[in-house]
């Protein structure tokens, strides 16, 4: 006797039959018809007409027939929500039951309801449940919050549900902690902001405690809740590893992932002269190997997130490279993945075994793994130079197999192998030209014909290979139709003599038959350049390419940081942080690995907060791009004009501009599918960036002692919003002169260059006097400082706050657009003394309501010290006066726009606070003049 | 957490669904089709696919797609463990785990769904607490439930659900105490052209069968620990004593439980018993080919080898094989082009081997890859690495159980290439 009989009543009046059953007062058929009815309901059959008979079998001491129907109620009380009502009363009696188990299956089935009338009923019997005495009751309690938040997000609160939960997390049951975090961790999810899960190093060691003793599932929760918070220092980081490591012998790989996440965040923080350092890291290999003998699907997730890690920190599994060959019957995205892995470890040592391996895959019969099989052939290329022969060589055996796919691929890996070892293996192009027939996907197609217009010269009949390509040129794909325009020219520019018609042909094509406006432009720039200027041509088209390297196909480091802190999640499933993909509408905290602290320092300086900069005036990028549009226009992006404001005209010379940087990338080098490339200037550029660097580190030191105060450098442009560019700076002015000086950090995976920079309007007319000179490249990783001389004479615009500067900034890559505010001190102008008697006739000239008061506290200065002080910022003392024992400076200065600002500061011995009191004519200024009083005299 | 499950055939009827929170429409399942079909093979469905709304996480166990939908950033691996272990339970409760046990208990498995998993968390899925709650269907239950009309759902409350050892139930009593270890090593390896070793790792595991009275409390010891450096425990191993001891001190679950899995990587411990001579080669220009493999023992520590099966995945061009076995029987399905031989025991004085010709399509080009070999065998009552069980104590109960370890070496994914 089966179930299976349950599916088989198909025929009419099926409905009114069940009815019939359910209100039969026999107790076996009526849980027969209740059991027909969920077997209907679990292939998706409509039974919510059986609603009112079903719930009329709840009240039943037959505990099968009671969850049967609490099954049913989940289903359908949606659709019923009046019917729902009803079943209420059976609920709420139920949760007062003396047995646990029902007491708990009533509360859960209650959460499960989604109807609105419902959940109010609910709240009474939650809060009961929620203290139960029964850890059982407790835990199934700690969900049904979740739910209800799900639900009802308002009532949760107002019920004050969310602190009872925050109170389960020190109850004495592990599951119910596990639960209650659980629950909060998911509630947190939709209020990114609230900071639900308040962890502290008491909470931090009830978890732990809680970690060892609940199921694997708790544990999951714990560890994934863990990760997230942030140890004061390296001790406690420490302590954490060493409690959770123990959980990477767990049976359950999610488990065993977790804390991987955890160690791997947290190893951050730890110094690497550690001997634990370096236990953890051999720790972590065998949990992570072992992950790959679980079933396929697990398999691939770890091999996503091993992927990662092995960016992160390869040393952890450069000796493994063998549990990643492949196998040929596993499913092909484990074999992808493991190819990627191995790529990512292949190194001098093991490159042999490697290779040998990736020519075996090469003759596999699946075509995606045979194509990247042959890729990544290419790939140990680059990346370990001293078998880029050996790499070749294997590649021109794969061509010889004539098999199309294979061939193509090696052709377009060996284009990228030119690339980055130029002048080497040029000999293998006879080869190549030989397969030339055989090419039919467009990047093949494209990549054989950047290689012969790249070696024309060397190859007899590049002519005639190109006019062949040219016959059938509209229907070729945009790709190859471009590289064919630009080999052309390569061809025409080294060979003039005998390819003249040819230019004329495919430029004509370009121009003229084509749609594609890409195509159109480029080929009208080069007959421009062709026509104007031929040398200028042949420097633009023939210029030396950088090479490409390795880490082209790395993710980047900022985005590999983060996705490190999303270990075992769908973010690292994608490689892409959770902000791409999840859905709108729920908020997602950034989350970043902590920064290394040892726990010596972090007590003696408590306050790292930049002191010039007070909080709240942390610059920000600039949020709504779109209403800077208008005056971002007028800047002009090229080099900044120094001098007046520019004219109206420099609206049409910005938009020129503003091409010329597509326009620069375009001719420079061929539109490959290639990654952009990096790194050949690289040392050369750091050298001479170094050297830049440390004069105008000396300029700045000089600065600080002679000129008015400087504040330390804080971030204006974090790397994340700028792809990668970070720059931080600060403003000086000594001797008269105002500058701002940069520190610009690449951190980004390629070279920037092209860099320029130019100020919106601005309340005091601040632009920069000179261009942004950053003479060399700067390649990843390096950073370059810069002292950009400002003046006082750009175009006034009255920004909100005053002080605020927004700040556009090019390279190579894109514009970025940042504000920062700059302290008003810079302003202040040496002859801004005023004389005593024009003093007191201006204090009195100036309306009383102009005058503003200030207090500065906790400043334990002389009065003669804060004079000192304040005259090295261009702030005067003109006359001075003790009153009742109070020293009273009066004091001038005088903005760099002609404002002048009049001061009184009354200071009392002994006491730090002093009084500033304001006048001026503008007295808007008076709250940042305040604020630079205060910044000088607190530094 | 995890909004809903699907039970999908391999001829894409979507026969069960479960849904832990909302309703999800079972058109979500359409884009696991889509990514189905363009798998082409049913094993390489990716088990992760996003959709615009939902993210579908599945797994494919004996012909069944387990396809479960989330909504929210949840750990993949949470979820794949979990519908393997719901796939596990199936197996557990109903012998098999396939669509007719499944439509055959479909009120079980809802139970079972509902218990495992609550609003998307899992709530209880130890075998044994399951086992409380809702019993597993025998004939006898059946029969009894229907003339008694008692039902298979537990009344009382799983006692272990709270205790500090929640895989074991209280009160447990046998009139027989035993206890049997089996130790099974399956053989992982890649064996190149020239029948060198490119990889060989050893996969083991120690399945326990516990049947003891009352709260034993057992610490198991090797021979040689050492062997063991990359292992995963049951919850119930206490780690601190292994790591300080290297002794497995234990409460057991009650019934069959995986206590350790380990792997042993270092080449030089890893034995291969088996070696296979080949040639196959194709002709140019002709429509045969020539097939010949023999197997012969290699490093088994004077034990048989038995139960080989060798099975090849010949070129899409093959259309049939004509071979003769000296030992054992073969079977080619030209559909699939699978040759499976089943040679069974090696006897030393008589090689087993295959020979013969391979007919190919005519006109066909000439295959560019060779098959690999796959290879299967068992040795009773060897553990390749070496690993044995020293004593077995009990504490805590006063009795005296039986007391059993075996030991069997497998070959896990073995390939041969040739």
């Not at chain 1, 409509?46 to 001491?61: E, G, I």
């Not at chain 1, 284009?415 to 192009?429: A, G, H, L, Q, T």
């Not at chain 2, 300080?244 to 057991?252: K, M, N, Y």
Request: with cysteine; hydrophobic share 40%; glycine share 4%.
């Amino acid at each position: 006797m089966t179930d299976s009989k349950y599916f088989t009543t198909t025929k009419k009046g099926e409905i009114f039959e069940l009815k019939a059953e359910l209100n039969s007062d026999k107790k076996e058929k009526k849980k027969e018809a209740v059991k027909k009815v969920i077997a209907s309901m679990t292939v998706g059959k409509d039974v919510s007409a059986l609603f009112p008979d079903v719930v009329n079998c709840m009240q039943t001491d037959n505990l099968e027939l009671k969850k049967l129907v609490y099954l049913y109620l989940m289903n359908y009380a949606k659709s019923q929500p009046d019917m729902a009502i009803m079943a209420v009363n059976t609920f709420v009696k139920d949760c007062e039951d003396p047995n646990p188990l029902i007491r708990a299956l009533a509360v859960r089935t209650m959460g499960c309801i989604r109807v609105d009338k419902i959940t109010e009923y609910l709240c009474e019997p939650l809060r009961k449940c929620l203290k139960d005495e029964d850890p059982y009751v407790r835990k199934t309690a700690a969900v049904c919050v979740a739910k209800l938040h799900d639900i009802n997000a308002q009532l949760v609160e107002d019920q004050g549900f969310l602190d009872t939960l925050k109170d389960l997390i020190s109850d004495s049951n592990p599951m119910v902690v596990a639960n209650a975090v659980a629950a909060l961790s998911e509630i947190a999810e939709s209020h990114p902001s609230s900071n639900l899960l308040d962890l502290n190093p008491q909470s931090i060691n009830k978890l732990l405690t809680a970690l060892n003793e609940c199921t694997e599932w708790g544990q999951i929760f714990i560890l994934d809740c863990l990760a997230d918070y942030a140890p004061k220092d390296d001790r406690e980081a420490q302590s954490i590893c060493e409690r959770v490591t123990p959980r990477l012998s767990h049976a359950n790989s999610a488990v065993v992932l977790s804390a991987v996440k955890v160690l791997m965040k947290f190893m951050e923080m730890l110094s690497k002269d550690l001997d634990y350092y370096s236990t953890l890291l051999k720790k972590l290999a065998p949990p992570l190997v072992t992950l790959l003998s679980a079933e396929p699907e697990l398999q691939y997730v770890a091999l996503r997130n091993i992927n990662l890690i092995v960016q992160k920190r390869p040393e952890i599994l450069k000796h493994e490279m063998k549990v990643f060959f492949v196998k040929y019957n596993d499913p092909i995205y484990v074999k992808l993945e493991k190819l990627d892995i191995m790529i990512r470890l292949a190194s001098q040592a093991n490159i042999a075994q490697v290779l040998a391996e990736l020519k075996e895959y090469a003759t596999e019969v699946d075509v995606d793994f045979v194509r990247k099989a042959v890729r990544a052939i290419g790939r140990c290329a680059i990346k370990v130079e001293q078998s880029a022969e050996r790499c070749v060589s294997t590649l021109l055996d794969l061509i010889q197999t004539k098999v199309s796919y294979v061939v193509q691929e090696a052709v377009v890996v060996i284009k990228d192998i030119f690339r980055k070892y130029p002048n080497k293996y040029e000999s293998v192009i006879a080869t190549l030209c030989e397969n030339l027939d055989s090419l039919d996907e467009p990047e093949a197609r494209a990549a054989m014909t950047w290689i012969v217009g790249e070696y024309a010269e060397r190859i007899d009949n590049a002519d005639e290979l190109l006019e062949g390509f040219l016959e059938g040129f509209h229907d070729e794909s945009t790709q190859v139709q471009l590289q064919l325009l630009t080999a052309i020219v390569k061809l025409f520019l080294k060979k003039p003599t005998e390819t003249q018609g040819l230019v004329q042909q495919v430029l004509s094509l370009a121009t003229q038959d084509s749609d594609n406006p890409d195509l159109r432009d480029r080929g009208y720039i080069y007959w421009r350049l062709l026509s104007t200027d031929p040398v200028a041509a042949k420097e633009v088209v023939l210029a030396e390419k950088p090479l490409i390297s390795e880490e082209t196909d790395l993710i980047e480091p900022t985005l590999l940081d983060e996705l490190i802190c999303y270990i075992g999640t769908l973010a690292s499933v994608y490689h892409k942080p959770p902000s791409a993909f999840v859905e709108g509408g729920r908020g997602v905290v950034l989350k970043s690995l902590p920064p290394r602290t040892a726990s010596s320092e972090s007590t003696e300086s408590p306050e790292t907060t930049p002191a010039g900069v007070p909080t709240g005036e942390q610059p920000d990028a600039i949020p709504a791009q779109g209403d800077l549009l208008g005056d971002l226009l007028n800047l002009d992006l090229g080099p900044p004009a120094s001098g007046p404001p520019l004219p109206a005209s420099s609206v049409q010379m910005a938009a020129v501009d503003l091409l010329g940087g597509g326009l620069d990338s375009l001719i420079g080098g061929p539109n490959f599918a290639a990654p952009p490339a990096a790194a050949a200037p690289a040392n050369v550029g750091a050298a001479m960036g170094s050297g830049l660097s440390d004069l105008f580190d000396l300029t700045s030191g000089v600065g600080t002692l002679s000129g008015s105060y400087v504040a330390p450098k804080a971030v204006w442009l974090p790397a994340m919003k700028a792809k990668g560019l970070e720059i931080s700076g600060t403003f000086t002015r000594q001797v008269g002169s105002i500058s701002m000086d940069l520190q610009l950090t690449n951190k980004a995976l390629q070279v920037m260059t092209d860099f320029a920079i130019q100020f919106n309007r601005n309340s005091f007319g601040l632009a920069p006097a000179a261009p942004l000179q950053i003479h060399a490249p700067l390649s990843p990783n390096q950073t370059v400082e810069i002292s950009l001389p400002l003046s006082t004479v750009g175009s006034v615009m009255k920004m909100e706050p005053l002080n605020n500067l927004q700040v556009a900034v090019k390279n190579n890559i894109d514009v970025f657009y940042f504000s920062t505010l700059y302290p008003l001190h810079i302003l202040f102008v040496e002859d801004g003394k005023m004389d005593r008697q024009m003093f007191l006739a201006t204090w009195k000239d100036i309306p009383s309501e102009n005058e503003a008061q200030f207090q500065i506290r906790d400043c334990p200065l002389s009065a003669d010290a804060a004079s000192g002080r304040l005259q090295s910022s261009n702030i005067f003392t003109v006359a001075r006066r003790n009153v009742e024992g109070q020293d009273m400076l009066y004091q001038s200065l005088k903005l760099t726009n002609g404002i002048w600002v009049l001061a009184e500061l009354r200071v009392q011995p002994g006491n730090p606070s002093f009084t500033l009191s304001l006048k001026c004519r503008a007295p808007e200024v008076s709250r940042h003049v305040y604020q630079a009083y205060e910044t000088i005299l607190k530094n | 957490m995890i909004h809903s499950l699907f039970l999908i055939n391999c001829s894409g009827d979507i026969f069960l669904e479960k849904h832990w929170k909302s309703v999800v429409s079972q058109s979500v399942c359409d884009y696991f089709f889509e990514a189905q079909e363009k798998a082409a093979d049913v094993e390489n469905v990716p088990p992760v696919i996003s959709t615009p709304h939902h993210y579908l996480i599945s797994i494919y166990r004996d012909k069944l797609f387990f396809v479960s939908v989330i909504q929210t950033e949840v750990p993949p691996l949470f979820v794949i463990e979990f519908l393997h272990r719901v796939a596990d339970t199936f197996q557990d409760y109903f012998g098999e785990c396939s669509e007719a046990a499944i439509k055959d208990n479909v009120v079980i498995v809802y139970e079972l769904l509902e218990e495992m998993l609550d609003n998307g968390f899992p709530l209880a899925t130890e075998s044994n607490i399951l086992k409380e709650l809702i019993k597993p269907p025998t004939i006898l239950r059946s029969v009894v439930n229907s003339i008694t009309g008692s039902s298979n759902v537990g009344d009382t409350l799983p006692t272990g659900q709270l205790s500090n050892i929640p895989w074991r139930r209280a009160g447990v009593k046998y009139t027989n105490n035993e206890a049997y270890f089996d130790v099974v090593e399956e053989i992982d390896a890649i064996i190149d052209k020239s029948g060198s070793t490119v990889f060989a790792e050893i996969q083991g595991v120690i399945d326990a069968c516990i049947k003891l009275s009352g709260m034993p409390d057992l610490s198991l010891s090797f021979m040689n620990p050492r062997l063991l450096d990359d292992v995963s425990f049951h919850p119930c191993v206490r780690f601190k004593r292994w790591e300080s001891e290297r002794v497995l001190s234990f409460i057991p679950p009650d019934g069959n439980f995986r206590l350790i899995s380990y792997r042993v990587s270092s080449q030089n411990l890893v034995a291969i018993p088996v070696y296979v001579k080949h040639s196959i080669s194709f002709k140019e220009n002709s429509s045969c080919g020539r097939f010949d493999i023999t197997i012969g023992p290699k490093q088994n520590m004077g034990k048989t080898v038995e139960g080989i099966t060798v099975t090849v995945h010949m070129p899409k061009v093959v259309l049939n094989m004509n071979l003769t076995p000296t030992q054992g029987s073969y079977t080619f399905d030209p559909v699939t082009k699978v040759m499976t031989w089943d040679v069974g025991k090696i006897t030393p004085q008589k090689l087993p081997s295959l020979k013969g010709l391979v007919n190919l399509q005519s006109g066909a080009p000439r295959p560019e890859e060779n098959p690999s070999l796959n290879i299967q065998f068992k040795i009773q009552q060897l553990a390749i690495s070496g690993l044995k069980v020293n004593r077995l104590d009990m504490y805590g109960e006063k009795y005296k159980p039986f007391k059993g370890v075996k030991y069997i070496t497998k070959a896990g994914k073995f390939q041969v290439r040739t």
